[in-house]
């Protein structure tokens, strides 16, 4: 009986009718469709040490809006809005993530001396500092201890993030969802005796979690043991 031989792969053409399904799929979604698509393909073939931006602002200049749902909160953290913002523009800024990043002090300065801030949309706000994007950041949980009565403070924080293109008013990420839902708890390890220097480790963690989604990065380039998780 004779032995049945496949021919050879062509991985060049392969790889060509590929791209040109992606591409057809991209233009049929749009843009933003277009940016989770090349996700959902491309990204199984990135090197598994390598994690790829979801959204990249290729230079153009952010705004990172920072809001506290609940009063009583914000009461309690009166700096958590301008503190997050500043970390979060920080670490963007140190991956050259983006361009010019509006410092938080700028936009409590806007909160106090304009009476209409709390009614306008995040693309208002956006509009009033003439910035490319604004990622908005709802806190909506943010504690130091796991109980009132502990005397060992140990922070959790819940928020929800997107980022929205004030130009058009559309959001630009997530794609497919309101906003990302992301949280960060301070590893057993980063417990202190201290409110402070907990309030601190965690708003450090916290934004840098929230920054990793816009640049691409290395697994490797994560700490081994990272304060927060």
């Not at 809006?65 to 009583?72: M, R, T």
């Not at 953290?77 to 503190?83: A, F, N, S």
């Not at 523009?89 to 106090?112: D, H, I, M, S, W």
């Not at 990302?180 to 390890?189: G, V």
Request: charged content about 25%; hydrophobic content about 40%; some cysteine.
């Amino acid at each position: 009986m004779s032995e049945f031989i496949s021919p050879p792969v062509n991985h060049r053409g392969l790889n060509a009718a590929v791209l040109l399904v992606v591409l057809a799929a991209g233009a049929v979604a749009g843009c933003q469709g277009f940016a989770w698509i090349l996700v959902k393909t491309v990204g199984p073939w990135v090197p598994e040490d390598t994690v790829e931006a979801e959204y990249k602002f290729e230079g153009k200049s952010v705004l990172v809006l920072v809001d506290v749902k609940d009063p009583a909160m914000a009461a309690e953290y009166p700096r958590l809005d301008v503190e997050l913002a500043d970390q979060i523009g920080r670490a963007l800024q140190e991956k050259k993530a983006c361009g010019p990043v509006v410092p938080g002090r700028n936009v409590q300065t806007a909160r106090r001396a304009e009476p209409e801030f709390p009614r306008w949309s995040v693309a208002q706000v956006g509009q009033y500092f003439n910035v490319d994007y604004v990622m908005h950041v709802e806190v909506m949980e943010f504690r130091l201890k796991d109980s009132l009565n502990s005397n060992v403070f140990r922070g959790y924080a819940e928020t929800s993030v997107r980022v929205v293109a004030p130009e058009t008013g559309e959001q630009v990420w997530p794609v497919l969802a309101a906003a990302r839902l992301l949280s960060a708890e301070t590893t057993p390890d980063q417990t202190t005796d201290d409110a402070s220097q907990q309030e601190s480790i965690l708003t450090e963690g916290l934004a840098g979690k929230i920054a990793r989604h816009f640049y691409t990065y290395k697994k490797d380039d994560l700490p081994l043991r990272p304060k927060v998780k």
